[in-house]
């Protein structure tokens, strides 16, 4: 059985689809096996990654960004707690934040193509829960959420630009909500938050290392909480984000647990590996799928940054 290969040809607004020849020719010289189908639209790469396991495609390769891995992640797991199919990733998207992590290049279309067809390296991964829908990389409340929903109309940008211009515009009219949480180790009363935040991977946005001790095979979530404070306070804390250092900082809380609870008094913008869900759930159940996906990556996951152990 050939692979099946989902491309999203809006990725990187349409960057994708500018590619899609390209990943072809490239497939095709290197005599590889796929069927290719097209998404016609949002929640199309979940039912498409759906129909290609039903069919018994192995492994089914998700061709676009974050966003779109997510949704074919979302197909090959269902409801379940194992994806019932190998995940191979063709990055074509803004940020490529989970094939950094899996060590495919986002800047040689070749060399990526040819850790696909290889398969030599294959990872057996985590994955997150959040109520009903499985996350990848990471699911995110508050300020998190914002930036992706101002990145969205920003038009002249791509790119880690693009969620750097995002975070900058959604600072400056963001409110912060009250949220309250629990996990297996601990909880924070009801508070006022710039952002909780739940990973997987370590990297987000092409930029910012929010959860930079996370390892995607510890079995484990990596929970942040930062404690709101003022626009300036959120200006000079974002630079650390971008290092890792910000765990450190005063009112951040970082703990590495298996399920978060979180609730809020009124829906909150959230965000599962780039989808943007404007007004999410008043409680949110969030747990950890240990071992739950095969992926075909590359020899070496993207660096990250060296952070002290206190």
């Known amino acids: 059985m ?4 989902i491309l999203n040809p809006y990725s990187n607004r349409w960057g994708a689809k500018a590619r899609a020849g390209e990943v072809r020719d490239l497939l095709q010289q290197m005599a590889y096996e796929f069927d290719w189908v097209t998404m016609e639209g949002p929640g199309h790469g979940v039912e498409l990654a759906r129909e290609a396991v039903a069919q018994g495609y192995d492994p089914v390769v998700a061709a676009g960004g974050d966003g779109t891995i997510g949704e074919v992640v979302n197909g090959l797991v269902g409801q379940g707690e194992h994806a019932r199919a190998t995940l191979g990733v063709i990055p074509l998207g803004s940020a490529n934040d989970y094939a950094y992590q899996l060590g495919i290049p986002d800047d040689d279309l070749e060399a990526a193509c040819r850790l696909l067809v290889a398969s030599r390296y294959v990872r057996t991964l985590d994955l997150g829960r959040a109520n009903d829908r499985v996350f990848m990389n990471d699911f995110v409340v508050g300020l998190g959420a914002l930036v992706n929903i101002e990145a969205a109309k920003i038009t002249r940008l791509r790119g880690p630009a693009l969620y750097i211009a995002g975070a900058l515009k959604a600072i400056l009219k963001a409110q912060w ?85 979180m609730e809020s008094e009124e829906p909150l913008p959230m965000l599962l590996d780039g989808e943007i869900i404007p007004e999410g759930p008043l409680q949110v159940d969030v747990r950890v799928l240990p071992a739950a996906i095969q992926v075909i990556g590359g020899p070496t996951p993207g660096p990250r940054p060296a952070i002290a152990a206190t």
């Open 2 to 5: 050939p692979a099946k290969i």
């Open 177 to 261: 909500p009250e949220m309250a949480f629990r996990w297996d180790g601990g909880s924070l009363s009801k508070r006022r938050v710039l952002m909780a935040y739940v990973a997987m991977g370590y990297r987000t946005g092409g930029v910012y290392f929010l959860a930079p001790r996370a390892q995607q095979d510890d079995g484990l979530l990596d929970f942040l909480a930062a404690d709101a404070r003022s626009r300036l306070g959120v200006f000079k804390l974002l630079p650390h984000t971008m290092k890792g250092t910000h765990i450190h900082a005063p009112g951040v809380i970082y703990h590495q647990c298996t399920w978060v609870h």
